[in-house]
């Protein structure tokens, strides 16, 4: 295929087709798969039907950073390069699938989250046991097929043995950080940081290891490390993608608790719910009177909390500053962000303004 920059005024995630092109290779990947659950029992492809339904949907921000990543040091426009993009989306919905049921989490995308259908199949065929249990182990299930299925989709994506092993390391070091800042996140919750600062500081970290270096800064260097990036590159991708990545999670925080149900496509103030300790929320501890401080400490994390008591939240949050001080944050990182990629040595080609482009789509996102 012949490279081409973004026609004027065409969203970045659709250069050169590439967010059809991914949904086009996870159809494809889960069709071969659906014969080998179906050869278990028929029964089984209720879970391929809930993966599907999951990386069916989706802005593929996460498969775009790798492949432009990939693009931006010289690699081709091929169909190996999309599916090493893809098996992203595989590991975004065991994510996904697993966080919703941490967090206990009842939609997604405006949808029943995976453990709630599963429930609702159970009470709706009138089986045995407990409705919740079944959805629970259906969840976890359906969330590990997808993690296994990640790391086939990526090592029979058709990049060479040469570029997968400059790329795993990379896409091996990014599962485990992930997986260790949802720790240190659902940590947060139980064991939450009496002083405001220090609630920051873990926040914070939580932001770098959870979604700041998983959503951006790794795709982008997995996709480079394949194409054989020298150092300089990585070290502009990976500056880049860490300034970005922060931008984008503080972002979710708003979302969190500002966003709009009809657009977030989960309920509103479900974050002041679950009583996650964000920065947002830490910001608005350190700046709050003892009152304002004890309101927010009766509130948050209220599984019942109704939407007067979010109003009261989030007016507090506005009262305090916080919210604008996030906001400053976010300007703050996109500008570094695209400062960094200023500086970058990239192949000739669109990448440079697609990744400008994923700046802008990265946090102003409203799903």
């Not at 069709?31 to 879970?47: F, G």
């Not at 509130?299 to 007067?308: I, M, Q």
């Amino acid at each position: 295929m012949t490279s081409l920059a973004p026609a004027p005024g065409r969203h970045p995630l659709q250069a050169e087709d590439l967010r059809e092109r991914v949904d086009m290779a996870l159809r494809e990947f889960l069709a071969l798969r659906s014969a080998a659950l179906a050869d278990i029992a028929p029964e089984c492809v209720q879970v391929l039907d809930r993966i599907t339904s999951m990386t069916s949907a989706g802005k593929r921000l996460r498969p775009a950073f790798l492949y432009w990543g990939w693009r931006g040091a010289g690699g081709e426009n091929c169909p190996a390069a999309v599916n090493a993009a893809a098996s992203l989306e595989l590991f975004q919905a065991a994510a996904l699938i697993h966080d919703d049921l941490i967090d206990a989490s009842d939609l997604r995308r405006g949808m029943p989250a995976v453990h709630k259908q599963f429930e609702s199949l159970h009470t709706e065929q009138g089986w045995q046991g407990d409705p919740a249990a079944f959805g629970l182990a259906g969840a976890v299930l359906t969330g590990d097929l997808c993690l296994v299925w990640t790391e086939e989709l990526f090592t029979a994506s058709g990049l060479s043995a040469e570029q997968l092993g400059r790329a795993r390391p990379m896409f091996d070091q990014m599962r485990t950080e992930l997986l260790g800042g949802q720790y240190l996140d659902v940590l947060s919750q139980v064991a939450p940081q009496s002083d405001p600062q220090a609630m920051v500081e873990r926040a914070l970290r939580v932001v770098r290891f959870k979604s700041a270096k998983y959503s951006v800064e790794h795709p982008l260097l997995i996709g480079a490390s394949a194409a054989g990036a020298d150092e300089r590159l990585l070290a502009v991708y990976s500056e880049f993608g860490l300034a970005l990545g922060e931008a984008f999670q503080l972002r979710d925080d708003v979302l969190g608790v500002f966003g709009d149900p009809g657009t977030t496509g989960k309920p509103a103030g479900d974050d002041l719910r679950e009583g996650k300790r964000t920065v947002l929320v830490g910001r608005t501890l350190q700046h709050a009177t003892a009152a304002q401080t004890a309101t927010v400490n009766r509130l948050l994390g209220d599984p019942g909390l109704d939407e007067t008591g979010v109003e009261t939240l989030r007016e507090i949050i506005v009262g305090t500053g916080a919210l604008a001080g996030i906001e400053e944050m976010i300007a703050r990182s996109s500008a570094r962000a695209e400062e960094a990629l200023a500086g970058a040595e990239l192949a000739d080609g669109p990448a440079r303004d697609v990744l400008t482009g994923l700046v802008v789509a990265a946090t102003t996102r409203v799903r």
